[in-house]
């Protein structure tokens, strides 16, 4: 069977496979299967708001419900509120149904342990072997002992003030912000958070219908919220994207400020205060050679993983540090939270300008960012690179001549069909160069 988990849970094309109600359904009887020697037998289920996300909750549920567990279930609410959740209401795990900042025809299935993380490598095998056989077998075939279904009403409320908890409820009153909710998971819930504390919220981005999650808004689109910001003159912005999991900043003159400035002002605050696990922040391969060079100069240590949250909260678990993140914007408090979590990291970058008494954009001057520019190539296969040569060639030609002033990172999507360029260098017009070359090198060979 073809590899149904990627880079984070399983994630395609709403009603084509893997996202249709069918495999939907063999998902929950695996997680059933899966967590059949769980202590409480409750799964807590959530959605962003997709319009597919009614179809694949629907067969879910049935399936968890089918193999004997109890179903909670939550409604549009973001990822890491379900993950926190799961741990709230003591369940087995929890499931969330999200494409997270992918359009509205997409949607996708995460999964979170008992404890709120999401699954290992070697746990989502598990769960694809499964449903693997399963397919065939009796392995995932019901049983007389049906689940029960029923809706949380209070989830909301829990994870608010969960939220609002983690800042210990410090007055944002005075701070006048632009939030964009991009028509997803937080669109209720994060306007009122940041009310309750005081703060003016200007919203955009909070009337969804099913179809217009992330579009032209939210944390992948930044344009209208920089313009927004200006124009109401307000401190700063915020964009969450579909599931609330990232958030990207900007500042009051309109200027984003992203997951590499984020945590690098936050390291700084913690060394600052003696806070910081191990002296050391988890990074990406993605983030900015200038984050590490600022990071370096305050003798704050650098782990770096390839891209992903998993890997990066995996390697926080293992290093015990507590803060790390990645440039797009999944930013982790392990302090607080067990996954990347859009509206606890704005509860703390705010605190954190009322306490300094600084503008965002004073906060995030730590560093001097290298000229950075990404391509996302639409591709008909993901080679394998050994199988490339002349992409191979073009990067072996990069690294022999620009040394310490530059690097790329090329890698596939781990939930598209798309090659990621990333040429980041110091000298713009060479950074425009190797960054044409290494395209026209990938379109030679994957009909990019």
């Known amino acids: 069977m073809e590899k149904l988990f990627g880079t984070d849970g399983i994630r395609g094309k709403a009603n084509h496979y893997p996202i249709t109600p069918e495999m939907a359904l063999l998902v929950g009887k695996a997680v059933a299967k899966y967590r059949a020697d769980g202590v409480s037998r409750r799964v807590v289920v959530g959605k962003d708001t997709r319009l597919s996300g009614y179809m694949l909750e629907s067969a879910i549920t049935a399936g968890l419900l089918s193999m004997g567990m109890d179903v909670l279930e939550v409604g549009p609410m973001p990822t890491p509120a379900v993950a926190h959740l799961v741990r709230s209401f003591a369940a087995d795990c929890g499931i969330m149904i999200t494409a997270s900042h992918n359009p509205a025809e997409d949607n996708g299935i995460k999964i979170f342990d008992e404890n709120g993380f999401k699954l290992t490598e070697a746990q989502s095998d598990a769960i694809e072997n499964l449903i693997a056989v399963g397919k065939n077998s009796e392995l995932l075939s019901g049983n007389s002992n049906i689940g029960k279904a029923r809706r949380i009403d209070d989830a909301r409320g829990r994870y608010i003030e969960f939220a609002k908890s983690s800042i210990k409820n410090h007055s944002l009153a005075g701070l006048k912000i632009v939030l964009d909710c991009a028509n997803g998971a937080a669109y209720a819930m994060a306007p009122a958070i940041f009310r309750e504390l005081g703060a003016e919220v200007i919203e955009i981005g909070v009337a969804p219908d099913g179809i217009n999650i992330n579009d032209g808004c939210g944390a992948t689109h930044t344009q209208k919220l920089c313009e927004t910001v200006k124009r109401c003159q307000a401190d700063c912005g915020i964009a969450l994207d579909g599931d609330a999991d990232r958030v990207?900043?900007?500042?009051?003159?309109?200027?984003?400020?992203?997951?590499?400035?984020?945590i690098g002002m936050v390291a700084l605050d913690y060394?600052?205060?003696?806070?910081?696990?191990?002296?050391?922040?988890?990074?990406?391969?993605?983030?900015?050679?200038?984050?590490?060079?600022?990071?370096?100069?305050?003798?704050?240590?650098?782990?770096?993983?390839?891209?992903?949250?998993?890997?990066?909260?995996?390697?926080?678990?293992?290093k015990h540090c507590n803060v790390g993140g990645e440039q797009a914007g999944h930013v982790i408090f392990m302090d607080y939270v067990t996954t990347g979590d859009g509206i606890i990291t704005a509860l703390h970058v705010l605190k954190l300008m009322r306490k300094r008494k600084k503008t965002l954009r004073e906060l995030a001057a730590f560093m001097t960012a290298f000229p950075q520019k990404m391509v996302n190539l639409p591709i008909r296969e993901k080679i394998p690179f050994e199988r490339l040569p002349q992409l191979q060639k073009v990067l072996d030609d990069l690294k022999k001549s620009v040394a310490s002033s530059g690097r790329a990172v090329v890698r596939y999507s781990g939930t598209e069909n798309k090659l990621r360029i990333l040429v980041e260098m110091e000298d713009t017009a060479a950074l425009e160069m190797w960054l044409g070359k290494l395209t026209d090198a990938a379109r030679k060979e994957l009909g990019a």
């Open 271 to 318: 060394k600052s205060r003696g806070k910081l696990a191990n002296n050391t922040v988890v990074v990406t391969s993605m983030s900015n050679l200038g984050f590490h060079r600022a990071m370096h100069e305050a003798g704050i240590d650098v782990v770096t993983t390839d891209v992903g949250d998993h890997l990066v909260i995996e390697a926080m678990r293992e």
């Open 248 to 262: 990207i900043f900007c500042d009051a003159a309109g200027e984003v400020v992203d997951g590499d400035r984020i």
